[in-house]
Each structure stands twice: as structure tokens, then as C-alpha cells.
């Protein structure tokens, strides 16, 4: 998606400017996994002209493949997000407007999931994608039947978005597309609202674990003390084993506040896919979730090396 936000901590068209960039929740996660050392390849569609190339561009230079993105017709459009920053006790504001995006037009057929995951070892998705109409939630589907038929490994962040739902009920759409997860991901917002899931802090990712049979969920918890200061930490749980493992609690004077939980999927996803010690792998994650909130924009621009120092520092 395109990204437009003001300068500085300027409220929405308070000055003529505003400063472009992309992202979205999937493309948070490909960037941040290529930034992490992996190769990621992001599958979308954009529209066949200058913003979707340049999309196309951006990507690229970020270290993601873009061979899978699909291109539409030239008249049709990106969706767009305007992000306005808050600051003490102002809260940040998101205005959509994607309807009609060249992705919510995406159907199955457009994509050949089978090749496209050929030799792929992870499969990532988001609640956003199937909240944006019949055909992105075919095409979710599509992807995670052909994961599972692979045995490539399913990672779904829950993502609630109140104002993509349209006082539609979640449940129904997701809980088919979230059953057998690898890993699911998200809070105590999304599990209620989206899975009509709630139980204390200390066992919710595990009622979630044996009710949709994933081997493991995590959970981030961001405690917002002001726009310019937060709390983040996170927790997760291993059905097999059982074992749960908290991370620290980071309190945070907010920079960015887009992109926190994202980073902390790629670095879940990262650290979990090289085998890493659970509770290594949720620390490494929160750390990297702590970081993106103080960077601009929705791209994690943290090192691997930076993020280690962090979780070394507060050990």
C-alpha cells in the first residue's frame, strides 16, 4: 500500500505536504525477514503503472522478490493509507482508502501456488487479506491449502482492523484459515473479536493452541501509556511441549508506532525457522518489535546485531 503521512507530528493536511512511502502488514514482514538475512518473496498484485513500479522498485531495493506480484491493468489503483502520528496524549489516526484496490481484485487463478511455493520453507498471511473481500479470502485460502499439501510451515497474524470489517463478523471468515497454524500470532483483542476467544493472560495462547490445533501461538501485548509512550512485550506458547515463555517488558518513547507487530512476526518467523531455543526466539522478537517502534516509517530498520545487543543489554 502506499503510505502518506505529515511531517513531524503534524496533523493530517494541517500543512500541504505529505511524505510518501509503502508498506502494509505482509510487506512489513517480507522486508523485515530480508533485512533479517532470509529470502523472502511477497505475493501481491499492483496496478501496471508508476506507483505500482514504483512499489515494485521499493520492494526490490529492500531486498524482497518480487517475481510472484501480479501486475493489474494500468487504470486501476493502489490503495492507500494516511497515517497521522499522534503525540502525548493526541492518539495516531489511520484513514483507509483501498476499496478498489488492484489487490482486493485478485482472484485464485492469479497466482499458481504450487510453483510460487516450490522450495519455500515458510508461508506467512494476515486477517487483513481475507477482511478485503471474497477474492483476496479465496486466494488466502488457496495459498494455505497448497502450503499444507507442500508441508511448507503456516504463520497467520490475527491483524483485527476494526474498520476493514464493516461491522461484518470475523469469525466465520477466519477461524477456517487459522486451523493447524504452525504459528499463530496475535493479542487478546484479536483472539476475542476475531475468534471469539478469551481467557486470562497466563492461558490464552493456549486455550487458542488447542482449539485450532496450531503448534504454537504467540501473543504481544502493547500497553499504550501516551501516543509518545509505550509498553511492548510478548509471549509464547509450544503445544507440544508445553512450554510458555514471556519476554521482557520494553517501555518505549514511540518514534513510529506502525510496523511494531510486524517486525515481531519476522523475527518470530526468523528465529523459529533456524531452530532457535522458544524462549530465545521470543525474546529476539519482542527486542526487534521494541526497535521498530522507534524507527519512521513501516520498515524495520534494525540489524540483526542491533537487535541482539538489545535483548543482551536488558538481560
Same mark, same amino acid.
Given at each position: 500500500?502506499?503510505?502518506?503521512?505529515?511531517?513531524?507530528?503534524?496533523?493530517?493536511?494541517?500543512?500541504?505536504?505529505?511524505?510518501? $512511502?509503502?508498506?502494509?502488514?505482509?510487506?512489513?514482514?517480507?522486508? &523485515?525477514?530480508?533485512?533479517?538475512?532470509?529470502?523472502?518473496?511477497?505475493?501481491? *498484485?499492483?496496478?501496471?503503472?508508476?506507483?505500482?513500479?514504483?512499489?515494485?522498485?521499493?520492494?526490490?531495493?529492500?531486498?524482497? &522478490?518480487?517475481?510472484?506480484? @501480479?501486475?493489474?491493468?494500468?487504470?486501476?489503483?493502489?490503495?492507500?493509507?494516511?497515517?497521522?502520528?499522534? @503525540?502525548?496524549?493526541?492518539?495516531?489516526?489511520?484513514?483507509? #482508502?483501498?476499496?478498489?484496490?488492484?489487490?482486493?481484485?485478485?482472484?485464485?487463478?492469479?497466482?499458481?501456488? +504450487?510453483? !510460487?511455493?516450490?522450495?519455500?520453507?515458510?508461508?506467512?498471511? +494476515?486477517?487483513?487479506?481475507?477482511?478485503? $473481500?471474497?477474492?483476496?479470502?479465496?486466494?488466502?485460502?488457496?495459498?494455505?491449502?497448497? @502450503?499444507?499439501? =507442500?508441508?511448507?510451515?503456516? +504463520?497467520?497474524?490475527?491483524?483485527?482492523?476494526?474498520?476493514?470489517?464493516?461491522?461484518?463478523?470475523?469469525? %466465520?471468515?477466519?477461524?477456517?484459515?487459522?486451523? &493447524?497454524?504452525?504459528?499463530?500470532?496475535?493479542?487478546?483483542?484479536?483472539?476475542?473479536?476475531?475468534?471469539?476467544?478469551?481467557?486470562?493472560?497466563?492461558?490464552?495462547?493456549?486455550?487458542?493452541?488447542?482449539?485450532?490445533?496450531?503448534?504454537?501461538?504467540?501473543?504481544?501485548?502493547?500497553?499504550?501509556?501516551?501516543?509518545?509512550?509505550?509498553?511492548?512485550?510478548?509471549?509464547?506458547?509450544?503445544?507440544?511441549?508445553? =512450554?510458555?515463555?514471556?519476554?521482557?517488558?520494553?517501555?518505549? *518513547?514511540?518514534?513510529?508506532?506502525?510496523? $511494531?507487530?510486524? +517486525?515481531? @512476526?519476522? !523475527?518470530?518467523?526468523?528465529?523459529?525457522?533456524?531452530?532457535?531455543?522458544?524462549? #530465545?526466539?521470543?525474546?529476539?522478537? %519482542?527486542?526487534? $518489535? %521494541?526497535?521498530?517502534?522507534?524507527?519512521? &516509517?513501516?520498515?524495520?530498520?534494525?540489524?540483526?546485531?542491533?537487535?541482539?545487543?538489545?535483548?543482551?543489554?536488558?538481560?
Amino acid at each position: 500500500m502506499l503510505r502518506l503521512s505529515p511531517p513531524g507530528q503534524e496533523r493530517l493536511f494541517q500543512s500541504p505536504e505529505l511524505r510518501a $512511502g509503502f508498506g502494509g502488514c505482509e510487506a512489513n514482514v517480507a522486508v &523485515g525477514l530480508a533485512h533479517l538475512g532470509m529470502r523472502a518473496d511477497y505475493v501481491t *498484485r499492483l496496478p501496471d503503472n508508476a506507483i505500482g513500479h514504483a512499489a515494485l522498485h521499493a520492494l526490490h531495493a529492500e531486498g524482497v &522478490g518480487t517475481g510472484w506480484i @501480479a501486475l493489474g491493468g494500468g487504470s486501476e489503483r493502489m490503495g492507500i493509507y494516511f497515517v497521522e502520528p499522534g @503525540a502525548d496524549i493526541r492518539a495516531s489516526r489511520v484513514v483507509y #482508502d483501498r476499496a478498489g484496490s488492484a489487490f482486493a481484485a485478485i482472484t485464485p487463478g492469479m497466482v499458481d501456488w +504450487s510453483k !510460487a511455493l516450490q522450495g519455500a520453507a515458510w508461508f506467512h498471511g +494476515s486477517g487483513i487479506t481475507p477482511a478485503l $473481500g471474497e477474492g483476496p479470502r479465496a486466494g488466502l485460502a488457496a495459498a494455505l491449502a497448497a @502450503a499444507r499439501s =507442500g508441508r511448507v510451515r503456516i +504463520s497467520l497474524d490475527l491483524n483485527y482492523r476494526p474498520g476493514l470489517w464493516h461491522g461484518r463478523e470475523p469469525r %466465520a471468515v477466519i477461524e477456517p484459515l487459522v486451523q &493447524g497454524a504452525d504459528l499463530l500470532i496475535g493479542n487478546r483483542d484479536a483472539a476475542r473479536v476475531m475468534l471469539g476467544v478469551e481467557a486470562p493472560d497466563d492461558s490464552l495462547a493456549q486455550r487458542l493452541a488447542e482449539r485450532y490445533g496450531c503448534r504454537r501461538v504467540a501473543l504481544t501485548r502493547r500497553e499504550v501509556l501516551s501516543a509518545s509512550e509505550h509498553g511492548w512485550s510478548a509471549a509464547l506458547y509450544d503445544a507440544s511441549s508445553g =512450554g510458555a515463555w514471556q519476554s521482557r517488558r520494553y517501555q518505549v *518513547r514511540v518514534v513510529d508506532r506502525v510496523g $511494531g507487530g510486524d +517486525s515481531f @512476526a519476522a !523475527a518470530l518467523i526468523a528465529a523459529l525457522a533456524a531452530d532457535r531455543d522458544p524462549a #530465545d526466539a521470543v525474546q529476539f522478537a %519482542a527486542a526487534a $518489535g %521494541a526497535l521498530k517502534l522507534t524507527i519512521p &516509517g513501516d520498515w524495520n530498520r534494525a540489524t540483526p546485531e542491533e537487535i541482539e545487543q538489545l535483548v543482551r543489554a536488558c538481560a
